[in-house]
């Protein structure tokens, strides 16, 4: 089975704050995402990266950045937190070449940002 | 273009009526289109797939029923459970989803009253 964890289910931060969120996943997949989920918006992507040190800018990167040192984490960055941040966040993963192609999602990171 | 327009938002139906869902896009370069179902507190979870070759698909009680010419995707949910209360997700994906990157709809919130 696929596992895909993140590293808190609730967060509160204050504004101007750096915010770590962290994904680890088991299944050694090259590809790893981050979305953002509000209500009526659905999935938005933020970041997603093909391999290790690699990242590619998604539909509304502003504000955040990305990271990944090793195959098996991506980790999402607020520079400096903002309210508008405040929002469910998604880690999620996808095997490069694999006869399935659905992406595995974490359970995600509540996020407030007061 | 890169949408992906989902309908409806929202959708209540009794326990063991039909549920549908229906979701259209513009790019015809579009090649596999998957529906997520997440439950509360949970990440998505790949339900079915389907890739333009065929105009249904059926698993169980869900199925899929694509119209490449009128470029329409919709999910089926036959007798509806409780159970099945969650939000539905359609996705799009090119090169038949090889490269991980999914467009998602808004999303339909689903409630199925017992």
């Known amino acids: 089975d696929v596992k895909v964890t993140q590293s808190s289910r609730y967060l509160v931060k204050r504004t101007g704050e750096k915010v770590f969120l962290e994904c680890v996943q088991d299944m050694d997949h090259e590809n790893m995402f981050w979305y953002r989920q509000d209500p009526g918006l659905g999935l938005r992507l933020i970041y997603f990266s093909y391999d290790v040190k690699m990242k590619e800018k998604g539909d509304i990167p502003e504000g955040y950045s990305v990271s990944r040192e090793k195959k098996e984490r991506f980790s999402l960055i607020l520079e400096s937190a903002s309210t508008n941040q405040t929002s469910m966040y998604l880690c999620?993963?996808?095997?490069?070449?694999?006869?399935?192609?659905?992406?595995?999602f974490g359970p995600g990171t509540r996020l407030t940002v007061t | 273009q890169q949408q992906v327009k989902q309908s409806p938002q929202s959708l209540i139906v009794q326990k063991g009526g039909i549920s549908i869902i229906n979701c259209a896009y513009e790019n015809t370069a579009f090649d596999y289109f998957p529906w997520y179902q997440q439950f509360p507190g949970k990440g998505p979870a790949l339900l079915i797939a389907i890739r333009p070759d065929v105009s249904e698909k059926k698993e169980g009680r869900f199925t899929i029923s694509f119209n490449k010419s009128a470029k329409q995707f919709s999910l089926h949910i036959m007798d509806s459970q409780p159970g099945d209360s969650a939000t539905y997700f359609c996705a799009a994906s090119m090169s038949g989803g090889s490269q991980g990157n999914l467009i998602f709809g808004k999303g339909t919130k689903l409630s199925v009253k017992p």
């Open positions: 999620a993963t996808h095997g490069q070449g694999a006869v399935s192609y659905e992406q595995y």
